[in-house]
Each structure stands twice: as structure tokens, then as C-alpha cells.
């Protein structure tokens, strides 16, 4: 079945410095890949998505891009703020008749001043 | 632009009870899907209901029903409440039911079983 695997956190950064999750899927067909941030007490708030092979998603200098060579949609950011701390959950979505979104398990950012 | 609203924000429920949770989509939208939270994990898809029929449905049992009324908005209910039951619940709202179309997300309702 279709599924997200990410790593598993805390990832704890100290602010300025380089960020990295990562996330593989499995799916079948060609789905669009998704990154969600949640921060304390929020709901979900879409990040930044891709679409198809190679698409490269951006947001708020985040990047991810879309490797269907090695079903990857690594997160990334050249550099963290405290106000990035958060948890970051990938996810797909396969398409068809229906908008559901797979997420996996979800990484949590913190950032130290 | 209100954006998807939730209620309640929180809520207290005993082994065996009932609970209904409500949802109101963005403004213009017209597909409202729920998913529950549980606590460390990812969000998991319950059901999606478009035109007022539910359209598809995860791996969640029967005792999990909902409705989506003629305005959009949308009823969570759960019977027989479980300890495994507590959770976050979130509503999310798209547009036209389509594949890929953006889902916008609630802030959720804190169900606690005791």
C-alpha cells in the first residue's frame, strides 16, 4: 500500500544552521508529495508540495524536490530560525477520485537561540 | 475570509459515550475529509464527504459515522467511545472533491477519553 516514512526526531538545530528531514514514500502510480508544519496548539498548514518527478517545492526558504529515482522529497533549509521549531510531517496523495492525504509520522524541529 | 473552524476545541468524554464534533469548511469550499490525530503520530484519513455523500472512507470502524449538511459544513460522530478514541481531530476542506486540489486544515478538537 501507499505509505511515508520519515526520520524520526527531535531534530535539534541551533538557530542559523542547516536543516535537513527526511522522507521516502511508497506508492503506486505517480503521487503528489506534500510537507505540512504544525506548530504548538495549530492545526496543519501546508508548506510546500510537488507536483511530479523533479518539481521542486518552496516556501518561507524551505525547498524540497522530488526524486522518483529514489522516492525521496527531502526537506530542507540553508537557515533555521527559533520560529521554525515545529513538527513537519511529509505526506502524499495518490490522486484518484478522492483528496486523501497519507502522512507519515512527523519530525520535530526544535531550534535553540 | 474565515478559514476551516472547529468545535469544540476541547472536549471530555467517559468510556461509552457519544461525541459529535462539528467542522466548517473555508468559504467556497465544498468537500470537507476528517482525520484523527493521535498523540506523536500523523494525522490518519477517516472519511471524505462531498455533495453530502461520504466518498471514501479509511481503515476506521462503523462506530465512526458523519454527515455534511447543505451549507458544507460537516458532523464527526462517534458512539461507543474507546480510551483509543482520544485523539486530535481535524477537519480539512478543499473544492470541487478533486485529486490534488489543496486541503486547507482546522485547528482540530482535543477529544479525551477517561
Redesign the interface.
Known amino acids: 500500500g501507499n505509505s ?1 516514512t520519515q526520520m524520526e526526531g527531535p531534530v535539534t538545530l541551533s538557530e542559523e544552521a542547516f536543516l535537513t528531514i527526511n522522507c521516502t514514500y511508497t506508492a503506486t502510480g505517480y503521487p ?1 508529495l506534500f510537507w ?1 508544519v504544525q506548530y504548538p ?6 508548506l510546500l ?1 510537488a ?1 511530479k518527478a523533479d518539481d521542486k517545492g518552496s516556501n518561507k526558504g524551505f525547498e524540497a524536490t522530488y526524486r522518483k529515482e529514489t522516492t525521496s522529497f527531502h526537506l530542507e533549509k540553508g537557515s533555521v530560525q527559533v520560529s521554525d521549531s515545529a513538527v513537519y ?1 511529509c ?1 502524499l ?14 519530525t520535530l524541529l526544535a531550534v535553540q537561540p | 475570509d474565515a478559514g ?1 473552524t472547529q468545535s469544540p476545541t476541547h472536549l471530555i468524554k467517559t468510556r461509552g459515550q457519544q461525541v459529535t464534533l462539528r467542522c466548517s469548511p473555508k468559504s467556497g469550499h465544498d ?1 470537507v ?1 476528517w ?1 484523527q490525530q493521535a498523540l ?6 477517516i472519511f ?1 464527504y ?1 455533495e453530502e455523500e461520504e ?2 472512507r ?1 481503515n476506521f470502524p462503523d462506530r465512526f459515522s458523519g454527515h455534511q449538511f447543505p451549507n458544507y459544513s460537516s458532523e464527526l460522530n462517534v458512539n461507543a467511545l474507546l480510551l483509543g478514541d482520544s485523539a486530535l481531530y ?1 477537519c ?1 476542506s ?1 473544492l470541487g ?12 478538537t482535543r477529544l479525551t477519553v477517561l
Open positions: 511515508v503528489s505540512y496548539g495549530e492545526g496543519l498548514q501546508l508540495k507536483t510531517f505526506a496523495n495518490y490522486g484518484g477520485a478522492t483528496n486523501k492525504l497519507i502522512f507519515g509520522t512527523g | 476551516v468537500t475529509s482525520y506523536g503520530q500523523g494525522p490518519q484519513f471524505q462531498y466518498r471514501q479509511g481535524l480539512a478543499s472533491g478533486r485529486a490534488l486540489n489543496e486541503q486547507f486544515f482546522g485547528p482540530g
